[in-house]
């Protein structure tokens, strides 16, 4: 019902602290482990005082929440980004009333041990991405990866598109094929208390850590045996390929930059460019994106991974 004292209504809302940075060492004797986050909390609720009187009663400071980040990290370890996200939501949601939904966002920095059991480097660019939802009743996980650059440096033509009066690019076949991979995946698993209980995928928790593992190694082999003759189809294939290997994933969606390599014209210096010598241009760049489903299922990866 419209509250006639107030013409103007308030809308969806949040809040948290965004951006959390939190490092766990796991000491085994004298082999140690990291986990690198960057742990970000939304939450949402019984909200409207605070935004219409300026009421606190049913805010949990944003303190708190970073506060809570860096305890867990102790009280429960950090087995997984996914794992960790699922302690933080329930967390939140069921220990106060006026907090009904919970979303954590997690970005992972890797790292790989140089020599015996202290010593690391951190691993390349690509970071690895959560997000866990969860609303009293029902969870939403979401991971991901951003920042992966691959190249086929062969095997990748593109010819035979349509063409108008301003047209210039020459049809390509055999040409270098690189993109820096932004890409998310949703599983099936929507309830469970992070211990599975043997049921089916909704209920069945997955593992955390494998399904990432594996997921990747699925989109780079995609990326790498797919003869490619449009980005869009490398782009399908790794979606499908991960739809097909990886039963707890429902939904897959990539955004994808054609980094473009353009051959160097070298015939003023009396030179052939025999497809060895390229400019690598930065911008523009035409930019591919698509979501792969699983047969049955709705898409719910909003189409800006930017707003996951």
Known sequence: MTDPSRPVL??????????????????DGATHHIKDLNVSVALSGDMDEVHYSGSNAHVLPTDTTKNTVYAF???????????????????????QPSIHRARIRIAEY?????????????????????????????WEAVSGIEDLVVMNTTDSEFWGYAKDKYTTLPEA?????????????????????????????????????????ETKRHLLTAFADTYSLSL???????????????????????SLPNKHHFLVDLAPFGLKNDNEVYFAADRP?????????????????????THL
């Open 232 to 254: 869009q189809q490398t782009l399908y294939r790794m979606g499908a390929r991960i739809i097909e290997n990886r039963a707890e994933i429902d939904e897959v969606r990539f």
């Open 110 to 138: 890797g790292w790989e041990r140089i020599a015996g059991g202290h010593s690391f480097a951190r691993q390349g660019r690509e970071t690895r991405l959560a997000q866990i939802t969860y609303d009293g009743s029902s």
């Open 173 to 213: 076949y055999d040409r270098i094929l690189a993109t820096e991979v932004s890409g998310r995946w949703r599983f099936g698993w929507t309830g469970g208390d992070g211990s599975g209980d043997g049921g089916d995928g909704m209920t069945t928790v997955p593992d955390w850590e494998t399904s990432y593992e």
């Open 285 to 305: 760049y035409g930019l591919i994106e698509a979501t792969v489903l699983r047969d049955g299922c709705e898409p719910r990866i909003p189409v800006d991974l």
């Open 73 to 95: 990290a102790k009280e429960y370890g950090i087995d997984s980004a996914e794992q960790f996200g699922i302690h933080l939501a329930r967390h939140f949601v069921t220990s």
């Open 10 to 27: 308030l809308g969806q809302n949040q809040y948290g602290k965004a951006e959390t940075r939190v490092v766990r060492i796991t000491r």
